[in-house]
């Protein structure tokens, strides 16, 4: 029924949409629709985009590369996305939905076993100056590759360090501030107060809360359209442009294995909890089609090892450690890309049982619109200590509209 009704509104609204815009569509990558208001009392743009992804994985133990992968077919990514302003220009907001079932999974007694349609919905109030409160849900202020867009990336998808140790999503309170040092050195604050548990939970804050605090430097000034928050150097930027980042997370009580992500933690009187913390320390690097992006993460936890009332582990563990992440690639005048990602992680193997991982990955992309359109395929070599390696294959197609 909620699927039926979902249905039912978007086609009207799209439906809307196109008899009042009919005439005026954006360029391709630009959105659906652009809403006026007649008195201009707010705008709404209106975008879609899908990620077509074909994987081929499995361990490296024959002679034949990939005679034992598994090879899979999936919608990746499928996302409707609304942003603009409502009343002023000084209040955004943004909602962004999705609808594969990598974007809807997740359903637990804590999302009252729904799946988890909304990403973001969030307001943007620019209430003085260069100050900016956030309320809603959206990402925290964690990790570049995290922040950056799906959409926008590099690569296929994002490294091992971001699955193992990113904050993702919650609900809460953000405050956003900027300033120059000088014309062209800029300083980012950004703040964050949540609920601790990630997106879409409907019932209740089960234990603490988390706090977060990012600063962001860029001394050679600001990236062309934004382009630290962008994979690859697609506006080929005519000078140096440095970003560096650090970003403290604390999740007080927190009750999942990672941080505000992974499995809730459960013993004998329901949820276990320990405060958690997470630190990232990044940067982004471009100049005439070369980018470089770095990233170190580190997690702890005051007791990782979640125990009964009788001091008994139960078998759930924070997964504490570390890892870091070089990525780099060069845009080509053609638009093609080549581009390499080293990622090495070390968990504590004495708490998570997990033995250190490195990772190789070559990619090579085809922009043929930005990212707006893109074909992109990457090829992995996995290497666990103590364990088997693996080889992946990955070739994905972007189209936004």
């Given amino acids: 029924m909620k699927i039926k009704l979902l249905s039912l509104g978007l086609f009207l609204l799209f439906t809307a949409a196109l ?14 629709f652009n809403l006026v208001g007649k008195d201009s009392s707010f705008t709404m743009k209106i975008g879609a985009r899908m990620q077509i992804l074909a994987i081929s994985e499995g361990l490296d133990e024959s002679d034949e590369f ?50 988890r349609y909304i990403l973001d919905a969030v307001v943007m109030w620019n209430f003085y100056e260069n100050f900016e409160l956030w309320f809603g849900q959206t990402k925290l202020p964690g990790n570049i590759e995290r922040v950056i867009s799906s959409g926008n990336m590099q690569q296929v998808d994002r490294s091992l ?37 990630g997106r879409n939970i409907t019932d209740g804050n089960e234990g603490g809360f988390q706090y977060t605090g990012r600063i962001e430097l860029l001394p050679l ?49 329901g949820l276990y909890q320990t405060t958690t913390n997470t630190i990232f320390a990044d940067l982004m690097f471009k100049y005439r089609g070369f980018s470089l992006m770095g990233e170190y993460s580190k997690r702890n936890a005051a007791d990782p090892i979640a125990k ?11 997964w504490v450690g570390n890892g870091i992440n070089l990525q780099s690639g060069y845009l080509f005048p053609s638009n093609w890309e080549v581009s390499g990602r080293f990622t090495h992680i070390k968990l504590d193997a004495n708490i998570t049982g997990r033995s250190p991982e490195t990772q190789y990955t070559f990619g090579v992309s085809r922009y043929i619109v930005g990212h707006k359109l893109k074909v992109q395929s990457d090829l992995s070599y996995l290497s666990i200590e103590n364990g088997s390696n693996e080889v992946m294959f990955r070739l994905q197609f972007d189209v936004h509209f």
């Fill in 221 to 269: 000034g600001l990236f062309e359209g934004g382009g630290d928050y962008i994979g690859a150097d697609l506006k080929r930027e005519q000078t140096p442009k440095l970003f560096l980042a650090f970003t403290y997370d604390s999740n007080v009580n927190a009750v999942k294995t990672r941080s505000n992500l992974g499995a809730y933690m459960f013993n004998d009187t």
């Fill in 66 to 115: 990939f005679a034992n992968n598994e090879t899979n077919f999936l919608v990746r990514r499928a996302r409707l996305k609304f942003d603009g302003y409502a009343y002023s220009p000084k209040l955004r907001y943004k909602i962004e939905l999705g609808l594969s079932n990598r974007d809807i999974a997740g359903v637990s007694q804590f999302t009252r076993n729904t799946p």
């Fill in 161 to 197: 360090v971001n699955s193992r140790f990113n904050i993702d999503r919650d609900m809460g309170f953000q405050l956003r501030h900027h300033f120059n040092l000088t014309d062209s050195f800029v300083v980012r604050e950004k703040l964050a107060f949540s609920q601790g548990e």
């Fill in 308 to 318: 009964n009332s009788d001091g008994t582990p139960t078998g759930d563990v924070v």
């Fill in 19 to 32: 008899h009042a815009q009919e005439d005026n569509a954006p360029a391709f990558g630009k959105g659906l």
